[in-house]
């Protein structure tokens, strides 16, 4: 696990700087699907892995001046690159581990992950902790601003069936990690997947 860590705080502090140069054009992505995700006002919602920060305005714009909006990244320069945008002026950054969350149980009414499940050391685990702190009938969003094979093809990779993301395979790993897949999208512009933690397991 601490190997898993370093590489990914490496990894993604080294791109801080010039991850939102980067990729420009994913605002309206990430906007339309936190719209899709079908937060309400008050709610208390999780933005897993939230990077520079991307989709915290999208998320404060949905749970209203009322909710709660978290970020929490391992990583630091992806925190300050999200504090030198602003973005801590819609919700507290936090740093911290998605394996092993500073929250109560049950305290948050959704979970948002852009990116973020490629990057599990042990997605089993890290996807029952993210239930950890969801109330019984609190969501789930996993998202990434493009697709499966439009993303292989940015990496150089061809798609394999034993991908972790395609639909055979999430589905039964999210059910053995405390959640029920409700929705699938797997299109050229974008990735989304929407699950709820059961009331009754």
Not at 24 to 37: K, R, Y
Not at 47 to 69: I, S
Request: one cysteine or more; glycine letters at 12%; a neutral charge.
């Amino acid at each position: 696990m601490s190997e898993d860590r370093t590489h990914v705080q490496e990894f993604f502090g080294a791109r801080a700087a010039d991850w939102d140069r980067k990729f420009p054009g994913d605002g309206p992505a990430f906007a339309t699907a936190v719209t899709e995700f079908g937060l309400r006002p008050g709610d208390r919602v999780l933005d897993a892995g939230c990077g520079t920060g991307r989709a915290m305005t999208a998320l404060r714009a949905a749970v209203g001046p009322t909710g709660t909006v978290l970020g929490a990244d391992l990583t630091p320069q992806m925190l300050a690159a999200a504090r030198r945008a602003g973005r801590d002026a819609e919700g507290a950054l936090l740093l911290a581990d998605v394996a092993r969350l500073p929250l109560r149980d049950g305290v948050l009414d959704a979970v948002f992950a852009a990116g973020l499940i490629a990057h599990l050391p042990d997605p089993g685990a890290n996807l029952r902790e993210l239930a950890r702190v969801v109330r019984p009938g609190g969501g789930l969003a996993l998202f990434h601003p493009i697709g499966r094979a439009a993303l292989a093809a940015r990496h150089g990779r061809e798609l394999t069936p034993d991908d972790m993301r395609a639909e055979h395979n999430l589905g039964p790993l999210m059910s053995g990690s405390g959640w029920h897949m409700t929705s699938y999208a797997d299109e050229d512009d974008r990735f989304l997947v929407l699950a709820v933690r059961p009331r009754h397991p």
